[in-house]
């Protein structure tokens, strides 16, 4: 088991490599967002290169995407999944476009996490609106 400050991370990861590459921006976006949010209070920022890439390690299973779901799913209580849902939405839209394997990605996540497909659809437009580009 892994804790819930290791999910959300592991959540943004599986997203940010969905594609098979890791843009700075989008890990830029990570850094970020554990070091403002208040739910990674308490979480050593230092720790997030071995987080990422002790789930980077887990993806080179032939298993290693369900593997990974399946612990992100564990981890997280209710509350959190939608928050984690919507830290993955940030991600794919960090760069600026979202690509097919992150909009399949997402919804691996929005289906293993339980996350209606209404309140989906609102956390996804507004990472949209928050990483649009003028």
Known sequence: MISHHLALIYTMVLVSASDQRMPDSELRQI??????????????????????????ELLDDDE???????LIE????????ETAYALAC??????GQVTDEEVR??????H??????LIAAG??????ARFSNP
């Open 105 to 110: 990605l997402l919804e691996m996540i929005r």
């Open 31 to 56: 850094g970020e967002i554990i070091g403002t949010l208040p739910v990674f209070r308490g979480y050593n920022g230092n720790l997030l290169p071995q987080a990422a890439a002790d789930c980077a």
């Open 112 to 117: 293993r996490l339980k996350i209606d497909r």
């Open 90 to 95: 940030d991600i794919a839209a960090a760069d």
């Open 64 to 70: 290693g995407l369900d593997k990974a779901l399946t």
């Open 123 to 128: 956390i996804e437009r507004g990472a949209r």
């Open 74 to 81: 564990a981890a997280l209580p209710p509350k959190l999944r």
